[in-house]
C-alpha cells in the first residue's frame, strides 16, 4: 500500500486537542474533572451576533464571496484595526480566513522559499502550530526562549544573536498562549528597531488584544514604519466567545492580495453568513466583549491567588490573554513527578485536567524548571475548586 509522506509522519499538532479528547473520553465515563485544558471562553455568543448570523441566512447569503472576504467586512475589520491600533489601515488591505491559523502558514508560504535554509523564528514557549507549520512548509525554525525572569518575554540582546541574514520573519505574540506575557513598548520598539536594520518580516498574533488587564493594548504596527512591514492578525475567537464560528482577520498592505489567492487555492472563501456575523461583532455595540474581559481579569487575580497559595507552587501574575503559566518545579519534587508532563497525568487521576510545558514546545537551552498552562476560561467556582484539588494532593 502506498505510503505518507515524510511531510505529513513530521507534523506537529495543537496537543490541547488531544488532551481535551483524553478529558472527555474520562467524562463520558463518568469522571468527575475540572477541565482547565482548553484556551475557549465558557461564555456564549452575543445575541446579536448570532441574530446577525440568522438574518443574513434567511437573506439567502449563502453563496461565495470574494476570496478576501465580503468588502463589509474588510471595512468593518479596518476601522477596527485603525481605532484601537492606532493606525490608518484600508479595507483593500485586510483579508480573511476560516480562523487566524491560515494566516500563519499562508505568512510562512509568502516570506520564505522550501528547502532554501530560510529561517523565522519564533517564540518558546509558543502556540505550537507556529513550529510545526515553519517546518511543513520548509523554513528553519529558530527559537526565541521567553524566560521567567523577564516575565516571560524575551531578552533582546538574545534575539539580536538568533538573527542572520536568512532570517526572513519573527513570530510574536502579545498577549502570549501559553504563558499571558505582554511585551511592553520598549520592548515593541528593540523588536522594530531591529526589523527595520535586518529587514525582516514580523508575524503579531493579536488574537488576545482585548484581554490585556493592567496596562492599554499596544501593537508593533502603532510604532513608526512597521505598519508595512507587519502581518497583523487578530480575529473574532477570544473578543466575542466565538471559536467554533472560525473566523480570522489580517491586515497588511503588500501580502492581503497574496493572502486572498491562498484562500481561492484552499477553501475558496470563509463562511459567507459568519462574515456578516463578524461585521456585526466589530461594529455592533462592544458592552458583551468587555463584560468578558471583566471577568477573566477578575479569574485571573483568583487563580494566581489561589496557585500562589499552594505550597511548591510559584505564578506570576500574567498581564493578558486566560492562561497561567505556574512554575511547578518543586511540586513536582514533593510528588515525585519527573516532570510538568508527568504532573500534569497525576492531576488529571485527582480530577484536575491542564497542559504540560511540553505541549508548547522543548524545553528552552538550559532550562530546568517545569511548568503548566492552566485555562481560566472557565467558571470561579470551577476554578475554585480545581485549585483546591491541586493544593490538596501537592500539600498532602
Sequence with gaps: MAGLSKRTNALGTENAFTVLAEVNKRL???????????????????????????????????????????FELQQAVASMFSRTRHVDVKPEHVAVACG???????????TTDYGMGDEIIYPNPGFPIYQSQIIAHGAKPVLLPLVEEKEFAFDI????KRITSKTKMLIINSPQNPTGG?????????????????????????????????????????????????I?????????????????????????PHFARWMTNTDSCANHATQWAVVEALN?????????????????????????????????????????????????????????EDFRKMLLD???????????GSKNPGQTEEYVRFSYATAKDAIVEGMRRVKEFVEK
Design 28 to 70: 463520558r465515563e463518568g469522571a468527575d474533572i475540572k477541565n482547565f485544558c482548553i484556551g475557549q471562553p465558557d461564555f456564549d455568543t452575543p445575541e446579536n451576533i448570532k441574530q446577525a448570523a440568522i438574518k443574513a441566512i434567511k437573506d439567502g447569503k449563502s453563496g461565495y464571496t470574494p476570496s478576501a472576504g465580503i
Design 157 to 160: 540582546e538574545d534575539l539580536k
Design 182 to 230: 505582554v511585551l511592553k513598548k520598549e520592548e515593541l520598539k528593540a523588536i522594530a528597531d531591529l526589523a527595520m536594520d535586518h529587514d525582516f518580516w514580523v508575524y503579531s498574533d493579536e488574537v488576545y488584544s482585548t484581554l490585556a488587564y493592567d496596562a492599554p493594548f499596544t501593537s508593533i504596527t502603532s510604532i513608526d514604519g512597521m505598519l508595512d512591514r507587519t
Design 100 to 110: 487566524g491559523k491560515p494566516f500563519i502558514y499562508w505568512s510562512i508560504l509568502c
Design 284 to 340: 455592533g455595540p462592544q458592552d458583551a466583549s468587555q463584560r468578558m474581559a471583566k471577568s477573566f481579569k477578575e479569574r485571573r487575580d483568583l487563580i494566581v491567588k489561589l496557585l500562589n497559595d499552594i505550597e511548591g507552587i510559584k505564578c506570576l501574575r500574567p498581564g493578558g490573554a486566560f492562561y497561567v503559566w505556574p512554575n511547578v518545579t518543586k511540586a513536582c519534587k514533593k510528588v515525585g513527578a519527573k516532570s510538568a
Design 232 to 256: 497583523m492578525v487578530d480575529c473574532a475567537s477570544k473578543a466575542y466567545a466565538m471559536t467554533g464560528w472560525r473566523l480570522g482577520y489580517a491586515a497588511n498592505k503588500t501580502l492581503a
Design 350 to 360: 485527582k480530577g484536575v485536567a491542564c497542559l504540560a510545558d511540553i505541549h508548547f
